[in-house]
């Protein structure tokens, strides 16, 4: 949806994985639930109206269980269907409209700190190693990789900012967590010092 900022291209999106049921409703299929994730809620441009059609349609169907067909003009209940969605606080508008905003449980969570990080790292990164039979010098390095994968995203982060241009300039958490999902896939012979 956050690419779609018109109503007519985000409700298909949203109602391709639904089935009639009978009459006008319409779910997930069989007896399933469906979860809709709406990434960077907030990205939606606002119209000269004051609104944010995505949002509208969304929260009609939150207020109401319905929204209409935009061929036929008929109503839609849509039965089943539950939203979760994030925003992104360093683009976009900052707010959504409150009337949309009430049907959601606000969390905020902020990047963790270094010392955080490397706790959280450490910790797996020892257990792997050590589970692993990896040679011990290796193990022992475990503090002075995490310190070098810290420092090389921080340095990273700073150096390639997001512009109108780069967006796709932004590092997160994901990426670090890369760096270890690659080391903890490997096994003893891909990491021996004899090599």
Known sequence: MHTAPRLALGTPVLEKPLE???GRNYGPPGHKKLIY???????PEVDAYGTVQPHTLIRQHLDYGHWYDRNKLSLKEITNVQYVSCMNPTSGSFTINPRLQRHFSVFVLSFPGADALSSIYSSILTQHLRLGNFPASLQKSTPQLINLALTFHQKVATTFLPTAIKFHYIFNLRDFANIFQARAISDPFSCSSER
């Open 20 to 22: 009639k049921k009978a």
């Open 37 to 43: 994730f709406i990434d960077d809620m907030n990205m």
